[in-house]
């Protein structure tokens, strides 16, 4: 075999391999291997999991690490019960879409009840779950607890458009008004007034505000806040939204 015919078998065996769908996960009991963060796990047989129904904070966010903690003792090296969504098995990331029980309670309401994640309903499997825990969002912020306190806003300024050239490399919650939402590429800019303020919608963020249903364009004319690092950008000051939890 010619060096440029083994060349042309590997190509296409790379493209044969590559082009094959996820194989399929059913619902049933794994052990959990490694916990990502407080809302994903990695499960013994290697699939990577997004519970259903909660955002647990990012990594820099006040309370990822507590988060992450606790879903390891939740979860770590237990066996769970792995209860995939039929209706949408998997995220745009190759992820699985569970609900994941441990010792028969739901990792996600626990989660969020215990103030470590907001309820996330997002269609069509999230409305399954979508009262339990809204309900135990509900008592989270009736009680204060964990992202609903004031320790986890402790150290980071308030301020709106106007203050943000004074803060400049810090960490902030920037509320403000919403005057227009525009697309370059694949980034979006939510831009505020003065509009030489912006938050940057990463990629990655944008397809999950895509997968929850949310138009950016929604936001205009809105109030919101924005929590991040205001840095100095080509076109002025901006927040970078990694997320879609930055944004309230």
């Keep these: 075999m010619t060096r440029a015919i083994r060349t042309a078998a ?15 996960m059913s619902s049933g ?33 006040s309370y990822w690490l507590e988060a992450r903690v606790r879903n390891m003792s939740l979860v770590l090296g237990k066996l769970v019960r792995v209860d995939v969504c039929l209706a949408e098995k998997r995220d745009r990331y190759g992820r699985v879409l569970a609900w994941v029980y441990s010792e028969g309670e739901l990792v996600s309401e626990t989660l969020v009840r ?22 135990a969002e509900s008592e989270a912020k009736a009680e204060k607890r964990g992202i609903w306190g004031s320790a986890a806003r402790a150290g980071v300024a308030s301020i709106s458009p106007f203050e943000a050239w004074m803060h400049v490399g810090e960490t902030v919650r ?25 938050a940057v919608v990463m990629p ?24 991040g690092i205001l840095h100095e950008g080509r076109s002025g000051l901006e927040i ?9």
């Design 204 to 227: 990655r963020a944008f397809f999950e505000f895509e997968r929850r249903g949310v138009s950016l364009h929604s936001f205009k004319g809105k109030t919101v806040t924005v929590t």
């Design 174 to 198: 920037m509320t403000g008004e919403v005057s227009d939402a525009v697309r370059f590429g694949d980034t979006w800019f939510l831009e505020f007034w003065p509009d030489d303020v912006k």
């Design 10 to 24: 590997l190509v296409m065996a790379s493209i044969v391999l590559f082009s094959q769908p996820a194989l399929a």
């Design 114 to 135: 215990e103030g470590l994640g907001k309820a996330l309903a997002v269609p069509p499997c999230g409305v399954r779950t979508a009262k339990i825990i809204g309900a």
């Design 240 to 248: 970078l939204i990694d997320s879609p939890s930055r944004i309230e």
């Design 29 to 61: 009991e794994y052990r959990v291997r490694d916990v990502i963060d407080g809302d994903t796990v990695i499960l013994s047989n290697g699939e990577t999991v997004r519970y259903i129904g909660v955002d647990t904070p990012e990594v820099n966010e």
